[in-house]
Structures are given as structure tokens and as C-alpha cells.
């Protein structure tokens, strides 16, 4: 049975409440004095940046010990060996370990101008990961 998605419909021009700044709020020089739907403006965002993404896959159970992070790295390892632009975005807050796998353990999240985050490189992969935040 298919399951609709709310899509978020891009902020309509002219509108008061509609940003269109393909920046987060938090870097932006207005910040402080904007009165525009903050939250709403961050959800498009998001939607914006992750339509550029044509195949997404998750990985997950609420079971841990599994082999999440494990199948997650041998995955994406394999398609980015076949040629494939991947990236993981690495969600667990417990015990985040892929950057132990791929020899990222230790490095810190980096932050582009626009607000957008660096991901680490290695293997050819683009990883992201909750231990970046942890250090």
C-alpha cells in the first residue's frame, strides 16, 4: 500500500513569509531581524538539496548489534567502486561507528559558506556522520 508524501512545495514568490535564500537561516546576514517562516524556509531547504539526490537508501532497525553501519559500509564501498557518487549520512547518535570503518574517526564537522556541511571523503564516498558533532 503507497504511502503519500507531504511535499514541500517551494516558497511562492512574492510572499511575505517565503525565503528564498538557498542558505540556512542561522548563517544568514538577516537573522536577527527576518520575519519570515524560519521553519518552513529549512524544510525547503532540505527538500531543495536532497531532489538533487536521484537514489536514496536507508538502512536501518531499532535492533542494535544488527550490522547496520557494517551492511551501510560494504554497500556503499561496493557502489562507489562501480562508479557511483555516494554518500552516507551516518545517524546514530549511540555508537556512530562508519567513521571507524572508512578512517574518519576523530575528524570534526566543517561547514560550507552557503551553511551546508563538508562531508569527509574516503573510498571515494562522501560521508556525514552524528560522531563529527560528538568530538
Known amino acids: 500500500m503507497a504511502r503519500e508524501l507531504n511535499v514541500i512545495q517551494p516558497p511562492s514568490s512574492g510572499g511575505s513569509d517565503a525565503c528564498v535564500y538557498m542558505w540556512a537561516c542561522a548563517i544568514c546576514d538577516e537573522n536577527e531581524t527576518c520575519q519570515k517562516d524560519k521553519e518552513g524556509h529549512s524544510r525547503w531547504l532540505v527538500a531543495k538539496r536532497m531532489e538533487r539526490i536521484e537514489y536514496k537508501v536507508l538502512i536501518m532497525s531499532n535492533k542494535g548489534g544488527v550490522g547496520k553501519s557494517t551492511c551501510t559500509t560494504n554497500l556503499a564501498v561496493s557502489l562507489a567502486l562501480k562508479g557511483w557518487h555516494v554518500g552516507i549520512c551516518d545517524m546514530d547518535i549511540h555508537g556512530p561507528n562508519i ?28 560521508i556525514a556522520s552524528m560522531s563529527f558533532l560528538l568530538q
Do not use: H, T, W
Open 99 to 126: 567513521p571507524k570503518m572508512v578512517g574518519a574517526e576523530g575528524q570534526k564537522l566543517k561547514i560550507s559558506s552557503s551553511g551546508g556541511i563538508i562531508p569527509f571523503q574516503a573510498y571515494n564516498l562522501k
